[in-house]
């Protein structure tokens, strides 16, 4: 049965730093690129960044550049998020996600292989 959980958001003051930790089983995880999204109320989900399955060169959307940093550690079936210098606007719902690259753009694979999400929200 393929599971993606992750932990690690909580509440947060501005400027501060979370670490999302995502522990997947159920399927191979070295063979898949993985990512996170997000999905702050009343709008669609967005790509936060994404790291092909070797871990190397990583995506990221222009708004998380420089303040965030995707990572994983494929012996311990992890992946991570390491958010620093939070903002208000990054208050939202992260999930894990498997997928793949084609041609420099990430794929998530279906529904099956999302994560519940945990809640990271940034207020003073």
């Known amino acids: 049965q393929v599971q993606l959980v992750e932990s690690g958001g909580g509440l947060v003051q501005p400027g501060g730093s979370l670490r999302l930790s995502c522990v997947v089983s159920?399927?191979?995880?070295?063979?898949?690129?993985m990512s996170w999204y997000r999905q702050a109320p009343g709008k669609e989900r967005e790509l936060v960044a994404a790291?092909?399955?070797?871990?190397?060169?990583?995506n990221y959307a222009d708004s998380m550049k420089g303040r965030f940093t995707i990572s994983r550690d494929n012996a311990k079936n992890t992946l991570y998020l390491q958010m620093n210098t939070l903002k208000p606007g990054d208050t939202a719902v992260y999930y894990c996600n498997a997928g793949v690259f084609n041609s420099g753009r990430y794929y998530p694979l279906g529904r099956a292989y999302w994560g519940q999400g945990t809640q990271v929200t940034v207020s003073s």
């Open positions: 790291i092909p399955n070797t871990g190397g060169t990583t």
């Open positions: 159920g399927f191979t995880f070295s063979n898949y690129a």
